[in-house]
Structures are given as C-alpha cells and as structure tokens.
C-alpha cells in the first residue's frame, strides 16, 4: 500500500464550489477523468475531509491498471486505514473485462455499506472514450447509483458521457477544470510502474504447493496442466471469492506450486488465472497476453 494514504493531501482548485456540499451529508462520489487528470489524489483528499468532518469513509478503487491501495489487476475497497477487501480482475486493462469490472463495483460497494460507510469515493480508469468507453463508464455509474459526479475534463471529452445524467435529480454534477500541473504519464511509463509494483509486491514471498484436486481452478483444470503456464501470475481466492494474494504459478500438474506473499495457504479455495505471465520469474520479466497488451497501450 502507498503510504501516503496516511497524510493528507493539499485542497485542490475549486474545492470551495462543491467540497462543503459533498461532506454536508456524505454520500457516494463517482470521479470520472480521463487518464492522468488526478482522479487518485482527489480520492485520497476527499477521504481525508470526510474523516475529518466525522464522517466514516472510503474508497473503492477501480482502477485495476494504476492501483494505488491494492495490488495491480484489481478493485480494492479501502477504508479504516487500510485495504479491506481485493476482488480479482486478472488484466491492466478493463477492456475484455468489463463484466468482472462492474461485478467488483457493485460487490465492493455492497461491503463498504455493510461497514455503514458514510462517504464513499469512487476511483475510476480513465477509459472514458469510444463507444466501449461511454458505455462502460454509464453502466458503471447506474450500478453504483452515486449522489455527485466530479468530472474532471481538460475540453469536453466527458460530455458523451455526462449528458446520460445531466437530466437526473437523484446525481448533482460538478465539472471540474484539470490543474495544468498535473503530469501525463506515456503508455510505456505506466508499464514500468506496473512492473515496479509487482517486483514489490512479491518481494516478501515464498514457495508453497497445494494439490489441485482441493481447488476450483479457472478458466479450467486443463489449463493449469499445460507445460506453458509456468510464470502466469494468478489470483489467489478465499471461500467467499475474494482475493487473499497474487501469486506466481512456478509449477503446474497434479501439484501446483506457487510463489506468493501469503501466510496460510490453507485459505486458498480457488485459483484464477490472469492473462499477464513472468516470463522469467528469476529476473522478473514481464510477458503480456499481446491482445492484453495492445489494450493498454490504448487506455
């Protein structure tokens, strides 16, 4: 986890126009923006002011390519100081997995509401283009149901998009200028930052078998007895379908073999392939499936 979580952050622009109307009640806070446009650092600066004002928060982070409190290829629900549940999408990219997006939407928001959450921040990609985009990003929102929007555009790119909600009365509609300051990251930046976060992420791991006979394996049995899936990183998953840890597949056949940082690997109920692979998980070295691959550098 970044442990800047753990500091405020600066107040943003134009935070005087709508901050104190999102923390009078709370509610839930979809952020929608294109890539780099600081939707991230908004989450944690609304988070922050919730707490602040006594009001329980979160945030779910939907982000599965540029994860910032969970580990990549996945949605993350944040709240009490640290990461409570992880559901697994197994890609950087939504695209090609769009329904396994919107299902971990919805779950995550369904557990923040159990903790009785009173603010819920909801960080997106920045897939916001395109017919796909348009449609993922609508979809999304009406399965979330959020009270406000804060659209951060540097033209007018999220019009497509807002014009779906702009005659709603349950959904107030804040369209926020992105700061000139903030950084554009290229396609192959972003890869190295992934592959950064993953090299940390299983820096504290170790070695374990389990039989596969004890395990649902997805997409199927046989996939995990081919002679090719040595490297594929996978996601681990408890009894109710939630992520415990990634893992590394070092081996596959009747006994699986994995390199990953958890504890007890009893816990594990069910396995689930990614479409990203150590090619070399000596020396770290990344191969994407190359359609998984081209997505990216599209998003």
Known sequence: MNKSILFPPEE????????????????????LGNVDTGK???????????????LKS?????????????????????????????????????????????????????????????LIVVDTTGLVEGAAGIWFKRTKIEILRPNFIIARERESELKPILRHFSYRRDIQIFVDQVPQNIRRFSPQERAVLREQKLRRYFSDSREFQIDARNLALFPSVQFFEKEKVRGTIVGLLDEEGWLLALGILLQGGPKLTFKAPVEDSEKIKAVEASMVRIFDPENFIIKQNAEERERNDLK
């Not at 943003?12 to 952020?31: A, C, H, M, Q, S």
């Not at 991230?40 to 004002?53: C, D, E, I, M, S």
């Not at 939907?62 to 994860?67: A, H, K």
């Not at 640290?82 to 939504?94: M, N, V």
């Open 12 to 31: 943003p622009e134009n935070w005087e126009d709508w901050g104190k109307i999102i923390l009078r009640n709370g509610g839930t806070v979809f952020l």
């Open 40 to 54: 991230t650092y908004l989450a944690r600066f609304l988070y922050h002011q919730g707490l602040q004002k006594g």
């Open 58 to 118: 979160a945030i779910l982070e939907l982000d599965v390519g540029q994860s910032e409190f969970g580990p990549p290829m996945t949605c993350t629900l944040f709240s009490e100081g640290k990461p409570q549940k992880h559901y697994f999408i197994g890609r950087f990219s939504p695209q090609g997995a769009f329904w396994r997006c919107l299902t971990a939407a919805s779950l995550l928001k369904k557990e923040a509401e159990k903790e009785k959450a009173e």
